[in-house]
């Protein structure tokens, strides 16, 4: 028996496919006591769910994809973190 959806119809597995997993990489800059030297920075983003690596064939195109979107997040907010802590180094040492 052969079946079609109709327009706009979806799998349980398509739907499934879709859900997505969300990353959340957040960074503090805190002193010995643990108080915030700045601000904390964070970035949020949409990582593929464990149903998008189906397989050894797809497995290494998915990871990369999702290496390189992290690895892009995680230089992004690092920057931003870096730039906060500079600015807050610049504004104490032009009150002194």
Do not use: W
């Not at 998008?52 to 998915?62: I, L, N």
């Not at 999702?66 to 906060?84: F, P, S």
């Amino acid at each position: 028996m052969i079946c079609c959806l109709e327009a706009g119809q979806r799998t349980h597995q398509d739907k499934r496919r879709d859900t997505q997993i969300k990353m959340r990489i957040t960074v503090n800059i805190e002193k010995d006591d643990n108080t915030e030297t700045v601000e904390s920075t964070e970035i949020e983003l949409d990582i593929p769910n464990f149903e998008a690596f189906t397989g050894p064939d797809t497995f290494g195109e998915v990871f990369d994809q999702y290496e390189q979107k992290v690895l892009k997040a995680r230089n992004g907010v690092m920057k931003a973190a870096t730039e906060k802590y500079l600015s807050g180094m610049e504004k104490k040492h032009s009150q002194r």
